[in-house]
């Protein structure tokens, strides 16, 4: 399918049709294209960490071999790879620990961290988990984050200079299970929003944000790992599809899951259609350790206060309102000094109201403007913006 059409009526011009999907998903994965693989399970291919331990102290042109095979996969591949035994059970046991007293800590604190894809009270989430447990117990996370394992990933999709972010998610015996998603950085935003990023942004979400997860305990089936549609991250509509009944339906009666091992990594592309399972256990509860890791080239080129210019710029926005600048205008400016962009922020303080992302600094100024709110109300409003996002 071309990713545009004769009449584009929106940036990304990109028209969902299921059968489309279907062609792209409905293959099988091929086990000679990976030949530092150990099986392919379910159409997800799966390393075993003890021999990429020993290939990679080999020689230095097996690391970039190995690297180019594993883009391989999340890219033109299943989209999805485990590393089978990556964690000692003892770093894991140390982490989870940490992670439970931060658990308890929170909700002594009244924070109920929800979730974005499943009703409250499903999960006990833990955001901002890196620095969290880097605060809570600095050995541990020592030990966690030395894993070769999750380098490796993180190398191979995203190069050097990668930044690591994690949320802890637990699935509650009787969790029910997430609704079919992609993720960061299309993935959280409404249809509407999407489809006003070309399509080339559609093509390159995924290659700026790599997902993984670690199990804390065995995981077998029933406990409701996660969910999976192999290939389906190489669908460009699919940030506009994964809303729509029928690539939900697809999505339930084709979906795979792979249970895991305590001490599993699993990587997959964000892009690939994917959703937490439903805990049918009675006493399990289901821990993993998400990694949301991002490339370094998210970053402005000059540090830029953002927040200083728009205090500094919005009297001279009302004054141009009330001569008549048109909205366009208004808008205009807006995007230019004030941040347009939700993330990052503390999900703890700042969580999503109506959707997916909280209000970023343009939308607090839109939503001033149109009021009539004065400089000092403006203020008030962002300076409160500005201590929901810091991380403490």
Same mark, same amino acid.
């Given at each position: ?48 960490? =003890?021999?990429?331990?020993? @290939?990679?102290? %080999?020689?230095?042109?097996? *690391? !970039?071999?190995?690297? +180019?095979?594993?883009? /391989? ?16 059970? =003892?770093?894991?046991?140390? @982490?989870?620990? %940490?992670?439970?007293?931060? *658990? !308890?800590?929170?909700? +002594?604190?009244?924070? /109920? ?280």
């Amino acid at each position: 399918m071309s990713p545009t059409t004769a009449n584009v009526r929106t940036p990304a011009g990109l028209a969902p049709a299921l059968d489309d999907f279907i062609a792209l998903v409905a293959v099988e994965t091929d086990g000679d294209a990976y030949r530092h693989a150990d099986s392919v399970e379910q159409n997800v291919v799966v390393y075993g960490a =003890d021999r990429l331990r020993s @290939a990679l102290t %080999a020689d230095p042109e097996v *690391i !970039v071999a190995i690297r +180019q095979e594993m883009v /391989g996969v999340l890219d033109q591949g299943p989209g999805i790879m485990v590393i089978k035994g990556a964690f000692d059970h =003892d770093i894991i046991d140390r @982490a989870t620990a %940490a992670f439970e007293r931060i *658990i !308890v800590e929170e909700k +002594q604190a009244g924070l /109920g961290s929800g979730d974005h894809y499943a009703k409250p009270g499903a999960n006990d989430r833990v955001w901002n988990a890196l620095e969290k447990l880097a605060v809570e117990d600095p050995a541990v996370f020592v030990d966690y984050y030395a894993n070769d394992m999750v380098a490796l990933g993180a190398l191979a999709w995203l190069g050097p200079n990668y930044q690591v972010t994690s949320q802890v998610n637990v699935v509650n015996p009787g969790g029910e299970a997430q609704q079919p998603h992609r993720d960061y950085h299309l993935g959280f935003m409404t249809d509407a929003m999407a489809d006003q990023y070309p399509a080339h942004s559609h093509r390159l979400s995924p290659v700026l944000t790599l997902q993984g997860a670690v199990a804390h305990c065995e995981m077998p089936v029933e406990t409701g790992p996660t969910m999976y549609l192999p290939h389906s991250q190489k669908y460009l509509p699919g940030f506009l599809s994964w809303r729509r009944p029928e690539f939900k339906d697809y999505f339930a009666a084709n979906r795979i899951q792979l249970p895991l091992a305590k001490g599993d990594v699993v990587y997959f592309n964000p892009a690939l259609f994917h959703a937490a399972g439903s805990n049918h256990t009675s006493d399990v509860r289901r821990m993993a350790n998400l990694l949301q890791i991002s490339s370094a080239f998210g970053r402005t080129m000059e540090t830029v206060d953002t927040l200083r210019m728009t205090k500094a710029v919005y009297p001279a926005l009302m004054k141009a309102k009330a001569a008549g600048m048109t909205a366009a205008g208004l808008g205009n400016v807006i995007a230019t000094c004030a941040d347009g962009y939700a993330f990052p922020t503390n999900l703890d303080k700042d969580p999503p109201l109506g959707g997916l992302t909280p209000a970023s600094q343009q939308d607090i100024v839109r939503e001033a403007l149109a009021d009539g709110g004065s400089v000092g109300e403006l203020i008030g409003r962002l300076e409160a913006h500005r201590i929901r996002r810091q991380s403490v």
